[in-house]
Each structure stands twice: as structure tokens, then as C-alpha cells.
T-cell receptor, first 116, second 112 residues
Framework: DSGVTQTPKHLITATGQRVTLRCSPR?????VYWYQQSLDQGLQFLIQ???????AKGNILERFSAQQFPDLHSELNLSSLELGDSALYFC???????????????FGPGTRLTVL | DQQVKQNSPSLSVQEGRISILNCDYT??????FLWYKKYPAEGPTFLIS?????DKNEDGRFTVFLNKSAKHLSLHIVPSQPGDSAVYFC???????????FGSGTQLTVLP
């Protein structure tokens, strides 16, 4: 158990809908990262938050957004869903993520999103 | 453009023997490398890491080797156990945000 929790475990929805994925980082970790794992793209970095502020963006679509709350949990919002958004979404946390180059990310169990 | 490559999608090894998983990278800015193990329907589990100032790091049965000039790293598992059967991902970090770039994974099967 990495200490990172994600809910829900599974989500099935229809095209055009909006969903919210939730992540609670390990106790004491200030950085949260979101990754998407799809069959054709592998594990890809989406976005990072550090202590409530956005730090870096990767291959995140404009239809997707995220935020990190004062209690450090994070939510990933996916809107106008398309079939191609079906994937596993992972959250990871690390204690710093501020350029301490040996800072390790620990991953949650993921949310499997299926868009029908 | 794949910056981190794992060219072997699968590897089978006999129990007790050595497993060697390989990873190549192209981006010279990567300065920290990690190996994760992943079971189906679970998140990646951190195994071992190495910073670019080292060429070897060992943790129990797991050893990671880094060859910066060849932009190559490898994970050695000795001795291999059936419980090691999983997908192994190589990942590399760079930049101030430390986001990870992952390889495509290698499915390791350890045969009893």
C-alpha cells in the first residue's frame, strides 16, 4: 500500500459527460501528479500541483482540469468526454517535487474510466 | 518521439536465475531514473532508483545500473522469484517539476 488513495476505482459514463476523479496523497506529501495510461499511449504525465498551486503541465487536454485543495487532496475534472478518454488515471504524490532530484513519486491504485 | 524506450515487451526467466530488464533514453536532461513494477488493476509500485551521479544502486535482490554515455539503464533481479512476475516500467525525471517520462513497459514472467 503506497498510502495514496484514489476514488472511485471504476467509472463508467457516456460521451459528452463530465466526471471528477479524486486523489488523496500520502500523509505529508505536498506534490500531486496526475498520469493517464491508455492502451496506445502508455503512461503519460498530465499535470502537477504543489501545495495548492499548479506547477507543471504535460499532455493534458483543454477539456481536462485539476485542482489541489488546502487539505492537499486533488481532483481531476474531465469534461465533454470522448471515447478516446477511456483510460486508467493515476495519481502520484511526492514530498517535495520542487527540484529535489531524488524525490520519488508514489502511485495510487488508479481510476479506470470507461466512456461509452 | 519516445524519450524513454523499453524495447523488449516481454521476458521469461526461470526461477532462481537472473532477470535483466533494459531501458534506453534519449533526453540528456534526465537526471533521475526509477523502476516501477505494476500488477494488473493496480498502480505502479516503486522499486528502486538511481541518480545521474551514480552508476549503480543496489537494494536487496534489485540492482540498477546506469550507463550515461550510452544513455542506457538496466534492472537486475537476482534471484528471480515467481512473485516478481509483473510489468516493469522504467521512468526518468527532469526539470524542476520532476514529472516522469515512462517507457512502454516489459512484462516479466518468472517460471517456477
Amino acid at each position: 500500500d503506497s498510502g495514496v488513495t484514489q476514488t472511485p476505482k471504476h467509472l463508467i459514463t457516456a460521451t459528452g459527460q463530465r466526471v471528477t476523479l479524486r486523489c488523496s496523497p500520502r500523509s505529508g506529501d505536498l506534490s500531486v501528479y496526475w498520469y493517464q495510461q491508455s492502451l496506445d499511449q502508455g503512461l503519460q504525465f498530465l499535470i502537477q500541483y504543489y501545495n495548492g498551486e499548479e506547477r507543471a503541465k504535460g499532455n493534458i487536454l483543454e477539456r481536462f482540469s485539476a485542482q489541489q485543495f488546502p487539505d492537499l487532496h486533488s481532483e481531476l475534472n474531465l469534461s465533454s468526454l470522448e471515447l478516446g478518454d477511456s483510460a486508467l488515471y493515476f495519481c502520484a504524490s511526492s514530498s517535495l517535487g520542487l527540484g529535489l532530484y531524488t524525490d520519488t513519486q508514489y502511485f495510487g491504485p488508479g481510476t479506470r474510466l470507461t466512456v461509452l | 518521439d519516445q524519450q524513454v524506450k523499453q524495447n523488449s515487451p516481454s521476458l521469461s526467466v526461470q526461477e532462481g536465475r537472473i532477470s535483466i530488464l533494459n531501458c534506453d533514453y534519449t533526453n540528456s536532461m534526465f537526471d533521475y531514473f526509477l523502476w516501477y513494477k505494476k500488477y494488473p488493476a493496480e498502480g505502479p509500485t516503486f522499486l528502486i532508483s538511481i541518480s545521474s551521479i551514480k552508476d549503480k544502486n543496489e537494494d536487496g535482490r534489485f540492482t540498477v545500473f546506469l550507463n550515461k554515455s550510452a544513455k542506457h539503464l538496466s534492472l537486475h533481479i537476482v534471484p528471480s522469484q515467481p512473485g516478481d512476475s509483473a510489468v516493469y516500467f522504467c521512468a526518468a525525471a527532469s526539470g524542476s517539476a520532476r514529472q516522469l517520462t515512462f517507457g512502454s513497459g516489459t512484462q516479466l514472467t518468472v517460471l517456477p
